[in-house]
C-alpha cells in the first residue's frame, strides 16, 4: 500500500515547488522513474507527458481564475512548440534509446535550467519594471507586519493582473501591477521550435525551459508567465502523448515499448493535480527570487548526478 502512495506523493511535493516558477515538474519525475523506480526506457517520456495531462489543468485554472494567464503569450508558446514535439519524439526513440546516453542528456537540459535559473535569482541585473514589482511585493509585506496581519493580504496585490496592450507579430505588450513589459513574438516561436524538440525527447512538455527563458531574456516576470507556459506545456503534452502512442511505434526497434505507462502516468497526475494547484495559488506569497533560487539548487543536484553516470 506504501509503495502506491509514493508516486502521487512525489509528484505532489515535486509540483508544490516547481508550478510558482510555471513549470509542472516533469523535468524532476523523469529523474525519479529512471533512478527511484528503476523505469528508463523510451515510453518513460510519453509517461512524463501523461502526468502532464492530467497535473496541469488545476494550475491554468488557478491562474485563469486570479487574472495572470498572459493568453497571446501562452499562444505563441504553441504554435513554436507542437511542431518541435514530433520530431523530438522521433529523436528519443531512433537516436537516444539507451538510459545511459539520455541521462547524459537529460543532465545537460537539467544544468542548463540550473543554470538559468541561478543566474535570475543572484545575479542578473533586473530592469526597472521587474525592480518596481519587487519593490511592490516588498512593501506588501511590510504594510502587512504593520497592520498587524488583520487587513492586508500578503504577496501581490488583488489588482496584479495581466492586461494586454497591444499584441502584432513583432511586439507583445502588457500590463502586469501597473508595470509594463514587452518582447518580440517572432523570436519567442522560433525559440518555442527549438524548445519543442528538447520537451519532445525530454517528455517535459518544453516549459521547463521556456519559463526561465522569458524571465532572463525578455524580462518577463515570472507570475505573469507561469499560466502560459503551464498551458503550453499541457497543449503539447496532449499531442506528446498522441505521438508516442500511434506513430512511434513504427520508429521503434523491435521488442522497444515506446507507449506510455497510463497507471503510472495517472498515479503522477493524480498528486500533480494537487500539487499544481497548490503551487499557482501560494505563488503570489512567494518572491521571485526566493522561487528561482531553491528551484536552481534542486536542479542543479539532480543534474551533476546524471553527468556523473
Same mark, same amino acid.
Given at each position: 500500500?506504501?509503495?502506491?502512495?509514493?508516486?502521487? /506523493?512525489?509528484?505532489?511535493?515535486?509540483?508544490?515547488?516547481?508550478?510558482?516558477?510555471?513549470?509542472?515538474?516533469?523535468?524532476?519525475?523523469?529523474?525519479?522513474?529512471?533512478?527511484?523506480?528503476?523505469?528508463?526506457?523510451?515510453?518513460?517520456?510519453?509517461?512524463?507527458?501523461?502526468?502532464?495531462?492530467?497535473?496541469?489543468?488545476?494550475?491554468?485554472?488557478?491562474?485563469?481564475?486570479?487574472?495572470?494567464?498572459?493568453?497571446?503569450?501562452?499562444?505563441?508558446?504553441?504554435?513554436?512548440?507542437?511542431?518541435?514535439?514530433?520530431?523530438?519524439?522521433?529523436?528519443?526513440?531512433?537516436?537516444?534509446?539507451?538510459?545511459?546516453?539520455?541521462?547524459?542528456?537529460?543532465?545537460?537540459?537539467?544544468?542548463?535550467?540550473?543554470?538559468?535559473?541561478?543566474?535570475?535569482?543572484?545575479?542578473?541585473?533586473?530592469?526597472?519594471?521587474?525592480?518596481?514589482?519587487?519593490?511592490?511585493?516588498?512593501?506588501?509585506?511590510?504594510?502587512?507586519?504593520?497592520?498587524?496581519?488583520?487587513?492586508?493580504?500578503?504577496?501581490?496585490?488583488?489588482?496584479?493582473?495581466?492586461?494586454?496592450?497591444?499584441?502584432?507579430?513583432?511586439?507583445?505588450?502588457?500590463?502586469?501591477?501597473?508595470?509594463?513589459?514587452?518582447?518580440?513574438?517572432?523570436?519567442?516561436?522560433?525559440?518555442?521550435?527549438?524548445?519543442?524538440?528538447?520537451?519532445?525527447?525530454?517528455?517535459?512538455?518544453?516549459?521547463?525551459?521556456?519559463?526561465?527563458?522569458?524571465?532572463?531574456?525578455?524580462?518577463?516576470?515570472?507570475?505573469?508567465?507561469?499560466?502560459?507556459? /503551464?498551458?503550453?506545456?499541457?497543449?503539447?503534452?496532449?499531442?506528446?502523448?498522441?505521438?508516442?502512442?500511434?506513430?512511434?511505434?513504427?520508429?521503434?526497434?523491435?521488442?522497444?515499448?515506446?507507449?506510455?505507462?497510463?497507471?503510472?502516468?495517472?498515479?503522477?497526475?493524480?498528486?500533480?493535480?494537487?500539487?499544481?494547484?497548490?503551487?499557482?495559488?501560494?505563488?503570489?506569497?512567494?518572491?521571485?527570487?526566493?522561487?528561482?533560487?531553491?528551484?536552481?539548487?534542486?536542479?542543479?543536484?539532480?543534474?551533476?548526478?546524471?553527468?556523473?553516470?
Amino acid at each position: 500500500m506504501a509503495s502506491f502512495l509514493i508516486p502521487p /506523493l512525489a509528484a505532489f511535493l515535486i509540483s508544490l515547488f516547481t508550478s510558482p516558477a510555471g513549470v509542472s515538474g516533469a523535468f524532476l519525475l523523469l529523474p525519479f522513474q529512471m533512478s527511484v523506480l528503476g523505469f528508463t526506457g523510451p515510453s518513460v517520456s510519453p509517461t512524463n507527458l501523461v502526468y502532464n495531462i492530467v497535473a496541469i489543468p488545476s494550475g491554468v485554472y488557478r491562474y485563469c481564475r486570479e487574472g495572470r494567464m498572459a493568453w497571446p503569450l501562452a499562444w505563441i508558446i504553441i504554435a513554436g512548440t507542437l511542431p518541435g514535439v514530433l520530431a523530438g519524439a522521433i529523436i528519443r526513440v531512433k537516436y537516444l534509446p539507451d538510459p545511459a546516453a539520455f541521462k547524459f542528456f537529460a543532465g545537460l537540459v537539467l544544468l542548463y535550467l540550473a543554470g538559468q535559473l541561478f543566474y535570475q535569482a543572484l545575479l542578473a541585473k533586473k530592469d526597472k519594471n521587474l525592480a518596481a514589482l519587487e519593490e511592490k511585493f516588498k512593501q506588501r509585506i511590510k504594510e502587512l507586519k504593520n497592520s498587524g496581519g488583520q487587513t492586508l493580504q500578503a504577496g501581490l496585490s488583488p489588482e496584479a493582473v495581466v492586461k494586454t496592450i497591444s499584441f502584432t507579430s513583432q511586439k507583445y505588450e502588457f500590463e502586469f501591477w501597473e508595470e509594463r513589459f514587452s518582447f518580440n513574438p517572432s523570436a519567442l516561436f522560433v525559440f518555442s521550435l527549438v524548445v519543442g524538440v528538447v520537451g519532445g525527447t525530454y517528455g517535459i512538455g518544453g516549459g521547463a525551459i521556456i519559463a526561465p527563458f522569458c524571465a532572463v531574456f525578455f524580462g518577463l516576470p515570472l507570475y505573469a508567465v507561469a499560466g502560459a507556459t /503551464l498551458l503550453g506545456t499541457f497543449v503539447t503534452s496532449i499531442i506528446g502523448v498522441a505521438v508516442y502512442s500511434w506513430i512511434m511505434p513504427y520508429f521503434a526497434g523491435p521488442g522497444m515499448s515506446v507507449a506510455p505507462d497510463w497507471m503510472l502516468g495517472l498515479s503522477f497526475g493524480a498528486g500533480g493535480f494537487l500539487g499544481v494547484y497548490c503551487g499557482a495559488r501560494f505563488q503570489k506569497f512567494i518572491s521571485e527570487k526566493t522561487i528561482r533560487a531553491l528551484l536552481s539548487l534542486l536542479i542543479a543536484a539532480v543534474a551533476l548526478q546524471y553527468l556523473k553516470g
